[in-house]
């Protein structure tokens, strides 16, 4: 194969044929086309895009560079969602169980954060003795056996994409919808789903902050989703705050069992706490029911959902879980009960009545990740037990010198930096903001 040639046709604006993108990854994987030379394809296609073709023969090229998880046939569908990443983002982590009590197979493979976006593999580190990197034979065990498995890619798994993305990190090449889509959607093809929900952000902190540049990437994996066999179905969310009131790796976690263990509001306990969180967990368990045709509608879905939901029997299928991925439960029972396991806490307060009509989820993200709750790059260390929790949320009525956020940080300074950058993160306004609504829209 001659590289150079494939480099100059998509550069100067060409089409490339199946066989010709097949050849590209099979080459790139075996280790013959040197990464300045995938640099500089990736950047080829960076502006001059793909068609639904060719970015269907990446996709499936990029699937098959490696191992793909073969599960025994079985009346319990495979499915999963995946979420674009947001701050506070931590929906996969009540979700995978209460997928697994309404009667799903969930192979959840999951990522590592990067920048201001949380990953939920970076959470899950932070409960004692669980652990995320499995081997795919564990891995099929687990979702035969309990149900859900929440773990990251074996090294088997799609090492096209591994390589690829590393590169467009570093190469300015991430934004590229088709780039996206094939990176995505690759890797859940690998995990023989039945149906796929994805979780497309939009806004402040998202990745795509414009709702039209969401609705496009939506779009795109939702065709192709649904072309290569898998049902899909997108949300567009909204990631101008963030989800839930913390935002950190074990806080998160923390967040989450709390989202297990609330109850809905015709159980009279307080629900609207969480509601954004429980919104979306909610809405992705409803929209895979229909997809499954286990529900005949949404409506009814989600009624399914949040009777699951608050059974208790999702809080129970999380232990479940846990300890088969190793957790220690009563470590993780008294490390829960802890208010704070960071060393050093601290409080900003609001200097004036009214009402919160911003809660910057990007400054937030920020401050986690400078605290050290995220990566700069990707051979940072994380600290687990640092964030924020306790965040006013918008539209809420705000006394005078009520808490606006509290920081958890491994040192004093730390904290006082923190501090003073959520200060830009906040506003207050005598007028009560119309609210946004949370999904903007369904893409199917
Ligand atoms: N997440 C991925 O897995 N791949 C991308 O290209 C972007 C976000």
Known sequence: MNFLSLIEAKRDGQVLTTKQIEDIIAAYTGGQIPDYQIAAFLM?????????????????????????????????????????????????????????????????????????????????????????????????????????????????????????????????????????????????????????????KFGAAAFMPEPNQALALANAMVTLGNQCGVRTRALLTNMDTPLGRAAGNWLEVKEAVECLEVQSSKFKVQSSKLEDLRSIVLASAAQLLVLTRKAPNYDAGRRRAEDCLDSGAPRRKWDEMLAAQGADLSVFQRKLERDHTASVIAEIHAHRAGFLVRCDARIIGQVVRDLGGGRLSKDSVISYDVGVDRLAKPGEAIQKGAVLARVHADTRADATTACSALQSAFQISPKRPRPAPLVWRVVQ
Do not use: W
Request: proline letters at 6%; a positive charge; one cysteine or more.
């Open 44 to 200: 080829a296609v960076y502006f001059r895009g793909l068609n639904t073709a060719e970015t269907r023969a990446l996709t499936f090229s990029m699937r098959d560079s490696g191992e793909k998880l073969e599960f025994p046939s079985d009346r319990r569908p495979l499915v999963d969602k995946h979420s674009t990443g947001g701050v506070g983002d931590k929906v996969s982590l009540p979700l995978a169980p209460l997928l697994a009590c309404l009667g799903f197979r969930v192979p959840m493979i999951s990522g590592r954060g990067l920048g201001i976006t949380g990953g939920t593999l970076d959470k899950l580190d932070s409960i004692p003795g669980f652990k995320t990197s499995l081997p795919s034979k564990r891995i099929i065990q687990m979702v035969q056996k309990v149900g859900c498995v929440i773990c990251g890619q074996t090294h088997r798994m799609v090492p096209a994409d591994k390589g690829l993305y590393a590169l467009r990190d570093v190469t300015g090449t991430v934004p590229s919808i088709p780039l996206i889509v094939a990176s995505i959607l690759s890797k859940k093809l690998a995990e023989s789903l039945s149906a796929l929900v994805l979780d497309v």
